[in-house]
């Protein structure tokens, strides 16, 4: 297959036309901005510097994150703060769905820190939280974009039983890549992360970063080990350097090659896949609910 161009963002350290987004407007961006104060909530829209925060709070929705704002892992593409984080707040998950509730979203995304040094990587905490977000507002889907648990398969279970619709927890890279992208991970860990959500029966969701440096082989290949391990919904989009202490971006990725990369991953077996530059993973996160188990 012959690959389409990319851009060096060596040669071109101006980002191209499509990857410029709008500054974040508008009466509904407000309204989620007082919210998320007042509940001295973290979103991971603000965490993880997402392009796309004006837009998706501008529709008032947004993407939760609890246990902190501080991980325990040291990623080298992620902007979250790196550290010890403090004791977790057990009267989070009824600030969670008491904000839910008043924004009245139909669709809630809910991600966390990755919390390593709890035995139980934070589940029991997970589990309330969509407990409550499910008992104040039964009608809204809920997305759960959980963490690593390094193997805690007791652990994983608490996470995704309490009656979430989508789970996702993000490859973010290629095989090759791992090492660099995420040092305290592991591709087969995860991809087993997956299978075992889906055997418990669970819509499952994962996301790729692009423009690090790997080939379209590459890609492929991450595609065929998540088809054959049960994923159900792709997101691809481009990595965009959050600091100067971060991994630079390799390359900028060109619209047409994501659009490739969607055909491929229908033909792959995928039930669904969200492909463009701006993409993120919670990104038109509505739209999975409903993908076919």
């Known amino acids: 297959m012959i690959e389409l161009p990319v851009i060096s963002s060596g040669q071109n350290k101006k980002k191209p036309d499509w990857l410029r987004v709008k500054l974040p407007v508008g009466k509904e961006y407000l309204k989620v901005r007082m919210l998320v104060d007042e509940y001295k909530l973290h979103t991971i829209c603000e965490s993880g510097n997402c392009p796309n925060m004006g837009e998706c709070w501008g529709a008032?929705?947004?993407?939760?994150?609890?246990l902190g704002n501080v991980c325990t892992r040291s990623c080298s593409f992620c902007a979250v703060a790196t550290g010890k984080p403090n004791e977790y707040d057990t009267d989070e998950p009824r600030r969670v769905a008491e904000a839910v509730k008043l924004m009245g979203v139909k669709h809630c995304v809910i991600t966390s820190v990755n919390r390593d040094e709890l035995k139980d990587r934070g589940a029991e905490i997970w589990h309330q939280t969509v407990v409550e977000v499910?008992?104040?507002?039964?009608?809204?889907?809920?997305?759960?974009?959980?963490?690593d648990v390094k193997g805690n398969w007791d652990a994983l279970i608490t996470?995704?039983?309490?009656g979430q619709e989508v789970v996702s927890h993000n490859m973010e890279t290629v095989k090759r890549l791992y090492r660099?992208?995420?040092?305290?991970?592991?591709?087969e860990r995860s991809l087993e992360q997956i299978k075992r959500t889906r055997e418990f029966g669970k819509r499952t969701k994962s996301g790729i970063m692009l423009g690090l440096g790997e080939t379209e082989a590459e890609v492929f290949e991450a595609m065929d080990d998540l088809a054959a391990n049960g994923l159900?919904?792709?997101?691809?989009?481009?990595?965009?350097q959050p600091t100067k202490m971060h991994l630079e971006?390799?390359?900028f990725i060109h619209p047409d090659q994501f659009a490739k990369y969607?055909?491929?991953?229908?033909?792959?077996?995928?039930?669904?896949v969200e492909s463009g530059p701006l993409v993120r993973s919670s990104y038109h996160a509505e739209r999975h609910v409903n993908v076919p188990i």
């Open 180 to 187: 660099m992208v995420r040092p305290q991970a592991k591709y």
């Open 159 to 162: 996470m995704i039983n309490p």
């Open 262 to 272: 969607k055909e491929e991953g229908l033909k792959r077996g995928l039930k669904y």
């Open 134 to 147: 499910k008992k104040l507002s039964p009608e809204t889907t809920i997305e759960t974009l959980i963490p």
């Open 249 to 251: 971006v390799a390359e």
């Open 232 to 240: 159900h919904v792709l997101t691809l989009g481009q990595y965009l």
């Open 60 to 66: 008032g929705t947004a993407t939760f994150m609890i």
